[in-house]
Every structure is written in C-alpha cells, then in structure tokens.
C-alpha cells in the first residue's frame, strides 16, 4: 500500500523558481507542514523521531540565501527544510546527491552536516552533476559555504559514479532528469547500481514523485512494493518527494 503524506494546500503552495527565496507562508505555516510531513515519516519506520536544531536550519538557510548562485530552482522552502531535517536526523557517513544543477539540491541534503548550520560529522558527501559547467558552478556554491571539508561536486554520470563508488551510500538523493533521452526512467537505473552498498535502514530520496509521478512509474511501483522496507510520498508542494528506507 502506498503510504503519504499530503499536506492541504499543496496544489495552491507555488513558487517563483527564479525567485526561489521569496516568502510564500508564515514560518509557523511551514514549520507545521514540515513537522506533519516527519510525523509521517516516524510513523512508517522512515525516521526515527521528528526532532531536528532549528536553529542551526535558520543559520544554514541564510547562508545559502547569501553566497549561492542559484539561476533557478523547483526547491521550495517547505522542500528544502524537509530535505534538511531528514539529513539532519537520519545523520548519513555517506551520501550522494544525483543531479544537482547548480547545487541547491545537494547543499539542502549536505548542509546538515557542512557550513554553519552542521549538526553532525559526516565522512563524505558527493553531488554528481553530469554537465561540467553545472557541476562547476556547484562546486563554487558549496565552496563558498563550506571551503574545508567532506561536502564535493563531482562532474560525471550518475550512473556510472555510483556503480564505481567504495564503500556504504547512507543516503541517496536523486533528482538527475536523465541525458541521452533517459529522462527521469534514471532514477531507477542510479538505484539499482547503489543498492548493493545501502546497507538496511539508508534511505532514498526521490525528488518530483508528484510532478513527474508518469515519467517515475517504474520507479515508484520498484520502491512501493518489496523492494524497500518502507515508502512514503510527502506531498508538501507540487513536486513532491519519495522517500524510502532500504
Ligand atoms: C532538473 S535538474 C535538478 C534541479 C533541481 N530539481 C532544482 O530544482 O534545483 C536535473 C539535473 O540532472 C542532471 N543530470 C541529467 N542526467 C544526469 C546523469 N546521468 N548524471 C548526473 N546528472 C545528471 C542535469 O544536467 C540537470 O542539471
């Protein structure tokens, strides 16, 4: 069965994604939905508890807001404290982002463990972006906000990255809308070259389980029937996100 959460206004919580900084709701609002979505998330054995700094959130989010150059972005406010808190409390050694544009996507995973809103200490975090000038320009964002450290942007394929990566993934993040043709059909073809190296209980974020639910079918019925321990769709925003424990 597929479990969700849906927040009430999604459909009516839009955002500029050339003025991806602009407020959209009161902080109470945003904090409630965010909160709502974790609940969820304990509640189907994703997450072990809810609970996460706010204030090092606060710090992490007006550092980016002040050195990232970000052209555009489909990362709402409510996503990127979502993406956040669960980095935050699911505290992953190893994690990699797969398709990070200018790497907004990434710093939102990445950011709870480098920069000045880190709340733990993490081995390395990676952000594959197969168009060199996208990873570049990343890799400047994240050097701005975190210039020592295990936070890096690699340029390369995200297939082929993550079937040639050493060691245990903790946390893998997909958001690659696929070249050559492959569109978002990569999601499921970056999965299952990780998951011979996730061990039980990592966890796997799939941005765009709303928008792109038709291009994401076999991904989604790969994730909602047995292959994964648990699988939830939090529909915070129109976009959505998959999120599910190995
Ligand atoms: C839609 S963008 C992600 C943007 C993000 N959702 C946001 O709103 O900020 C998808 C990115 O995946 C990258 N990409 C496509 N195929 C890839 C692959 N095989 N490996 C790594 N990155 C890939 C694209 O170059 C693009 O920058």
């Not at 979505?37 to 700094?53: C, I, K, M, Q, S």
């Not at 550092?63 to 992953?92: D, H, K, Q, Y």
């Not at 390369?156 to 990566?165: I, K, L, T, W």
Request: glycine share 6%; aromatic share 8%.
């Amino acid at each position: 069965m597929t479990q969700q959460y849906r927040a009430d206004d999604w459909e009516e919580y839009r955002m500029n994604t050339r003025e991806p900084f602009v407020e959209l709701e009161s902080l109470e609002r945003e904090l409630a939905v965010v909160d709502e979505a974790l609940e969820t998330l304990v509640n189907a054995g994703v997450l072990p508890h809810r609970d996460y700094d706010h204030a090092a959130f606060d710090a992490h989010r007006r550092a980016v807001r002040g050195c990232f150059e970000i052209p555009w972005t489909a990362i709402s406010p409510r996503m990127e404290r979502i993406l956040w808190a669960i980095n935050a409390i699911a505290r992953p050694k190893r994690m990699i982002a797969a398709g990070i544009f200018c790497g907004f996507t990434f710093i939102s995973n990445a950011g709870a463990g480098v920069g000045p809103g880190a709340v733990y200490r993490p081995e390395d975090l990676v952000g594959v972006e197969v168009k060199a000038d996208e990873a570049e320009r990343a890799r400047r964002n994240v050097e701005a906000l975190a210039p020592r450290g295990p936070a890096r942007s690699v340029a390369a394929d995200a297939v082929d990255f993550v079937a040639e990566y050493c060691g245990p993934i903790d946390l893998l993040y997909l958001d690659a809308d696929g070249d050559r043709g492959r569109g978002k059909g990569i999601y499921l073809e970056i999965l299952e070259a990780a998951l011979p190296m996730m061990p039980p209980g990592s966890l796997v974020l799939a941005h765009n389980s709303v928008n792109c639910a038709d291009r994401l079918q076999d991904y989604l019925s790969f994730v909602r029937d047995d292959a994964m321990a648990a699988s939830v769709n939090v529909i915070v925003d129109p976009e959505g996100l998959e999120v599910s424990v190995v």
